[in-house]
């Protein structure tokens, strides 16, 4: 079986001047959480730090509307940062910051625990014993059903697995990470080293921030098209647009638009990109795709893609060639 669908959280709350404002009420959420029900998706990745520069609204506006008691299942990830008080460690994955961190999570949302709790970003700041031993403990007190991590580098999560195994720890059971059409750079250690622990993968950016629409590649007005996205103005995120505005992504783009305007039935950049995660990448029964929306009629038109089948095999040759036309070792993601 393909992966499933996960609702990526990121997009409930309000940012003054950032890309996350749609869904900014109770009632909205409401509304979200009605649609997604209907398309069949349960899970909701979130975050004490969603939305980005408003940490905690998404998780207080889930529990206002009550997703958990809905029938949802939500995830969530310790505030990867704090006010640091001088003198202070600077930690933000020991116990002194996770613990409260999960605490008011579950008050927010109004539960007692939580399916899994992640590490949004490695703490270089405490040791990954610590780490260890600070989820190894959440998950004992019963508040935590499963551990997860987000964004670490290959070296970093096998250390992290191999003092799991010295100590006797709780190994993670979820892995998330950037992974798409033009990012495969979990193919070739992390992905093997998930496998070996029985960790499944959860991908993120499946769309790499929108930018697999071609959006940002044939706009003729980016002020007006690209306002509140993250590839423009004061929303723009530093990362996705060093990673990816690049003439040789471009270049990329279009070449994936050609071949999906020439198929017959023609396909739409994005709904190639999502077919091929789901059914000709690394993933696997298990994994799964987090999918992110601005509004329902977009989240319910990338569900519809993403659940197409599997792609032609001229389309699959022309992905992997746009891959390798842009393969970089050492990008960002």
Known sequence: MPPYIVFGAGGIGSTPKSFTYTW???????????????????????????????????????????????????????????????????????????????????????????????????????????????????????????????????????????????????????????????????????IPLLRKHNCVFYAYSPLAGGFLTGKVTFTSDADKELHRTRWNGESAMTPYVIAYDRPKMHDAIRNIDAICKAADPPVSIQDACLRWLMHHSALQEGDAVILGAKRIDQLQSNVDGIRGGPLSDDIVKVLDAAFASVDDPDMLF
Do not use: W
């Open 24 to 190: 900014d009420t109770a009632e909205k959420v409401n509304e979200l959480l009605d649609a997604l029900k209907d398309m069949g998706i349960s899970e909701l990745d979130c975050a004490a730090g969603y939305p980005p520069t408003n940490p905690r609204h998404a998780e207080t506006l889930l529990g206002e509307s009550q997703a958990a008691k809905k029938g949802f299942i939500i995830d969530t990830k310790v505030l990867p940062h704090k006010d640091r008080k001088e003198g202070g460690s600077g930690k933000t994955l020991d116990a002194a910051n996770a613990v409260p961190s999960l605490d008011r999570s579950l008050e927010l949302m109004d539960v007692d625990k939580v399916r899994t709790l992640y590490a949004h970003f490695h703490d270089k700041n405490t040791p990954i014993a610590e780490q260890a031993e600070t989820f190894h403990n959440l998950y004992k007190s019963g508040k935590v059903e499963q551990i997860g991590l987000c964004n670490y580098l290959f070296k970093d999560l096998e250390e992290y697995f191999r003092v799991c195994e010295e100590k006797g720890f709780t190994k993670p059971a979820i892995y998330q990470g950037n992974y798409n059409v033009l990012t495969r750079n979990p193919e070739q250690q992390l």
